[in-house]
């Protein structure tokens, strides 16, 4: 038990480890009775009461563990630490404890064993279309609902709002609240064309998931690791060591976020062309997902018209589409369509816009600070390997040539004249230094 994480009630650090299975924490004995006593040697006050309870209370102090954690000199020593259950019984057995803080430390241990490691916490949560907000309230961990306000405003399409929560907790001193700004942080400054600050918090990712490796349990680096992970995987980066074990790696994680990963994985998969995998992920998903998960099961059905439309099935990716619109209207969250466009190669143009012709122009601004923003974003990352000079129906045109669709079946799909669709692909050539579809097919997957 080396791995250790620092909690915080009241402003007040609680050193915490993790047991051998990752499926629960155990918080310092020491630290709790110092805060809940105010005692000057918390450690000699609790080595005294665990001799005089091990005599009538045997069976609970021996449920007590022991873990290696730092102590204020920064040398780790040997301490006892326990479960949440085991340290709620303690609190009734052990003088000298504060009265009055008994009800609200009890609440907040009871929400911190299911929150202390949450990320992404708006993206992962189960609600019914159409209460997004409702179900953002009940998160009872206050940083927590910040991190899920901050996700709720990007995905309604509001990333300055986004980028002003999330801004606040980049340097927060838990690690998965850090590291959940950071994600939520680098998108939003990326719509908001501040991609020095982009880069920042892409940074801080990074060396977050460093820091997780080095000094965290094993269940907050899976998931430190899995943000990353998608992080790199969306602006289309290699991925590191992180592609050796996502296999390993999704099976672990809670159901929303595994939901999540699915997405993640059929972008990888989309990468690589295997359409027919993609669709297999996506109905496995629809099917055996216990809760719904709006934002993850949204990018999910998107991603299965996107395997249907790349082999020239238009009509058979609608229904996808339809699940789309069913999750994320509701609740005005049209950032995953406006994300997904350029993927879905005018998709949206040609079939959600008829649907939805209301919010069209709030679609048709964020995919076009999603891709103003992807492109530059690619541009620093990869030192200058990008796309850069496309516009968005250049780009879709180019996409669908690569894909092999003739000039007028790319005409007939998006509704232009053979000669628009020429004229287009030309400029393309033309911007990108390609002399064929080979080489623009090349380009467009770097």
Known sequence: MDNYNLVHYKENAIRVSETETGEDMLYSVADIISILTRSTDARKYWNTQKRRLSKTDGELIASCRQASLP???????????????????????????????????THWLQSERTEND??????????????????????SNDDLRRMAEAEYAYYTGNAREAAEIAGLYLDHGEINIRITAAYIYTFATMHLHR??????????????????????SPLIQRKARMLLY???????????????????????????????????????????EKYDQILGVVETANAFTSEVYPIPLSYLNAFAAIALVNQKQVKEAEP??????????????????GEMQIMLNGLVDVYIKSRLPEDAETIDAITNDFFHGWIAMRKLLTDGESPAGVNKTEFI??????????NKEIADYLGFSENTVKKYLSNVFEKLHVENRQELTDVLRR
Request: proline share 7%.
């Open 397 to 406: 045109m180019a996409v669908l040539a690569g894909r092999g669709w003739k």
């Open 71 to 105: 102590a204020r000199d920064g040398k780790r020593r040997m301490t006892d630490v326990a479960t949440a259950p085991v340290i709620l019984e303690l609190l009734k057995v052990i003088p000298g404890i504060d009265e009055t803080e008994i009800t609200p430390f």
């Open 195 to 216: 991609y020095n600050k982009a880069m920042n918090a892409f940074r801080i990712m990074e060396k977050s998931l460093q820091r997780a490796k080095e000094n965290h």
């Open 118 to 139: 949450t990320v992404t916490p708006f993206q992962t949560l189960p609600f019914q279309p159409g209460t997004a907000r409702a179900a953002i309230n009940t998160i």
């Open 320 to 337: 996808y589409l339809d699940k789309v619109i069913e999750l994320c209207q509701p609740d005005g969250m049209y950032e995953i369509l």
């Open 230 to 272: 998608a992080a790199r995987t969306v602006m289309n980066l290699p991925t590191d060591e992180s592609q050796h074990d996502i296999a390993q790696l999704v099976p672990e994680l809670p159901e929303g976020l595994k939901t999540w990963a699915c997405f993640i994985h059929c972008y990888d998969l989309y990468r690589k």
